[in-house]
């Protein structure tokens, strides 16, 4: 008889090694399996919150383009039909002053508005009326002015009600 063993067969010790070695991997396996699932779940859960969240005037900067209300804006090119621009956001004339009510709040903001719309466009609102634009000043609320937001958000819309096409940023200059 020769010492050799047939082909597959292993020792004890060999098979004892080769069972430790088969359930390391397995559970290497198991766990990157785990680890990848996890991610995903959690790579999924961010994009959806982030997806979902709602934007308003106040989430959007000066020379965007947008659709929808004020409270859930859509920021699109300005190149294609949008409802409003936001050309400026004014600062309150006092802001450590009590709220000064809707309508004053609402004049003071489009008041400062069409200052900041002349500078923009690069005419006064006259001409930008007489080219069918509207000031359209978004002013603070009580509540937002009471927690220290007392920006007026100043938007051009189409005098008409219908879309914008293009930014109107100095388009009153020529």
Not at 17 to 35: E, V, Y
Not at 76 to 84: F, K, L, Q, W
Not at 117 to 136: D, F, H, I, K, R
Not at 159 to 171: P, R
Request: glycine share 12%; with cysteine.
């Amino acid at each position: 008889q020769s010492g050799e063993l047939p082909p597959g067969y292993l020792t004890g010790e060999a098979k004892v090694k080769r069972q430790r070695s088969d359930r390391r991997r397995r559970r290497l396996s198991i766990g990157l399996g785990m680890l990848v699932l996890i991610v995903a779940v959690l790579a999924t859960l961010a994009i959806t919150a982030k997806g979902s969240e709602d934007s308003s005037v106040a989430d959007i900067e000066v020379g965007q383009c947008f659709t929808g209300d004020a409270n859930d804006v859509d920021v699109v090119d300005c190149a294609e039909p949008h409802a409003a621009e936001l050309f400026a956001v004014a600062p309150a004339a006092d802001a450590s002053v009590p709220y000064p009510g809707v309508d004053q709040a609402r004049t003071e903001g489009g008041n400062a508005c069409a200052l900041q719309l002349a500078a923009y466009y690069g005419a006064e609102t006259g001409v930008a009326a007489a080219n069918g634009l509207e000031l359209s000043p978004i002013a603070p609320s009580q509540e937002q002015w009471d927690a220290g937001e007392t920006e007026t958000y100043c938007r051009a819309v189409d005098a008409d009600g219908g879309s914008l096409q293009g930014s109107i940023q100095g388009e009153g200059a020529g």
